[in-house]
């Protein structure tokens, strides 16, 4: 006896798991930090369980980049993959129409013949909408998790008159939801979704995809002209229970159409007529090349390996950018004026200023302060006169602090120009100097001799 094939119950496992990690992922945190988290109330970005200013969205194009090498290799490689077995699309429709309307409210006879509409049921067709309207209400709360952390976003749902614009975002966004599911159905899937649009210009004749052995089914259309409802020659006997099963109100046996969502309903209605006959299906889960050549599917090829080496780059270069980043922001801004000469009891004093921006980017409070070293010098040349003493700053706070510069000893002695020295400032927490450290080159101007002699001269 031929094999019969279970596409669909696989893909129903595949849903309950992703549909799991979706709901999951938003709770676990890892020293405070999500997977993915890009908060504009509290200006962060978390990756990886790693936070992230947002004046670090430098990191977003690499994450964008490995999505979009991840989609092109992916549909390069198994042709429409993720239409059938994790689009939201696909997942809400199964639940909308094989599980609400069919299994639980009956408005459908069988799941296995998704074209025909039936009319009538008013009351459980009203209760459908509803039933899956509750559920686009848990679904949208879900995707405003990885914007509003969960430990946010039921602290404010609780005083809804206080959060207007996301009590409206919920219910908009559910309401659109319900109505892309209920009504637009699989025409989202072929005249909205631009993903559908695109993804024929990234196949080749070896990408996997949905496909009838018109060579041992016999050819039925001539273009879009049906020629048999079953072919005078070949194993395909007319039943058309792969058309009635397909979501999507199409006709596989005409060859490929963007319509096709790749769902494999149709290769599990023919397997089961075909292994009546003792045959595997006539539809089947793989390359045109493969069904021309009747070899196996070649997975490894240029493009897919060109694909998969550059979206290994790109991971790569994500983590080590993910690794070097710093735990603080700092930011080092000169006065305008060069410096300032005083001339004092004990001797002149020379003094640089400068505006630094510090920012906690950590999740818990710190204690802060720098050290200034001239650059390749490991001697104490330059004091801090001000701030004087260590600052505490909460989680995502910044401070903005004048800083003045002393130099202890004759720096430079040059008569003609002011002298530049570079110099290193070093800010870090004093209660974690190992983790939050952070270092940014300025420069210390030490007037020309000239200017020191008339300083004292005064
Ligand atoms: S289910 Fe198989 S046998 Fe029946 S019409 Fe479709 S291709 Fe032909
Ligand atoms: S043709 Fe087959 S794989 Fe394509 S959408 Fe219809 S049932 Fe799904």
């Known amino acids: 006896m031929s094999k019969i094939t279970n596409y669909v119950l696989k893909r129903y496992w595949w849903y309950g798991l992703t549909t799991i990690v979706i709901f999951v992922l938003p709770f676990i945190t890892i020293n405070g930090n999500h997977f993915f988290l890009l908060s504009f109330d509290h200006k962060k970005l978390n990756l990886l369980f790693t936070a992230f200013d947002t004046q670090e969205l430098y990191l977003m194009p690499f994450v964008l980049i490995g999505l979009f090498l991840t989609i092109f290799f992916v549909t390069t490689l198994a042709g429409r993959v993720w239409c059938a077995w994790s ?6 429709r199964v639940i909308y129409r094989d599980l609400i309307q069919t299994k639980i409210l009956g408005i459908r006879k069988s799941i296995q013949d998704k074209q025909k509409e039936y009319s009538g049921d ?13 559920i686009s209400i848990i679904a949208v709360s879900n995707l405003l998790w990885y914007f509003i952390p969960p430990e946010d976003f039921f602290v404010y749902i609780q005083n809804p008159s206080e959060h207007l614009l996301l009590m ?7 309401l659109f939801l319900t109505l892309d599911v209920t009504y637009l159905a699989e025409k989202f899937c072929v005249y909205v979704c631009p993903y559908a649009r695109i993804q024929s210009v990234m196949f080749d004749r070896h990408t996997v995809q949905v496909i009838y052995d018109d060579q041992r089914g016999g050819v039925v259309y001539d273009g879009k002209t049906k020629l048999y409802k079953k072919p005078p020659e070949g194993e395909c006997i007319g039943c058309e229970a792969c058309v ?25 209605a023919c397997s ?11 539809i089947n889960w793989t390359s045109s090349e493969a069904i021309k050549t009747r070899q196996k599917v070649k997975y490894f090829r240029f493009r897919t390996v060109a694909y998969s080496i550059v979206l290994l780059i790109a991971l790569i270069a994500l983590i080590l950018m993910s690794q070097t980043k710093e735990n603080m922001l700092l930011n080092v801004n000169r006065s305008s004026e060069l410096y300032s ?14 505006t630094l921006l510090f920012q906690n980017t950590d999740n818990k409070t710190h204690e802060y302060y720098f050290d200034v070293q001239i650059q390749g010098s490991n001697e104490q040349n ?13 989680a995502n706070a910044k401070a903005k602090k004048i800083v003045v510069l002393k130099a202890i000893k ?49």
Do not use: W
């Not at 089961?272 to 006539?282: D, E, M």
């Not at 000469?341 to 400068?354: D, P, S, V």
């Open 87 to 92: 689009c939201p699309q696909t997942i809400f």
């Open 122 to 134: 008013y009351i459980k067709k009203i209760i459908a909408v509803l039933l899956f309207y509750c």
């Open 168 to 174: 409206g975002i919920i219910f908009c966004a559910s």
């Open 244 to 268: 009635s099963v397909c979501p999507t109100h199409i006709d596989i046996r005409q060859g490929m159409q963007l319509d096709c969502i790749n769902c494999l309903e149709c290769a599990d």
């Open 272 to 282: 089961k007529i075909q292994a009546k006959f003792n045959r595997p299906s006539l």
């Open 341 to 354: 000469i005083e001339n004092k009891q004990n001797g002149l004093e020379i003094t640089n200023a400068y």
């Open 382 to 394: 330059i004091k801090i006169v001000r701030p004087s003493a260590p600052f505490k700053l909460e």
């Open 410 to 458: 004759e720096l430079a002695s040059d008569d003609k120009k002011d002298s530049i020295i570079p110099i290193i400032i070093t800010a870090y927490a004093i209660d974690d100097k190992e983790r939050i450290v952070v270092k940014r080159n300025s420069i210390f101007v030490y007037p020309k001799t000239t200017e020191l002699e008339r300083a004292r001269a005064k």
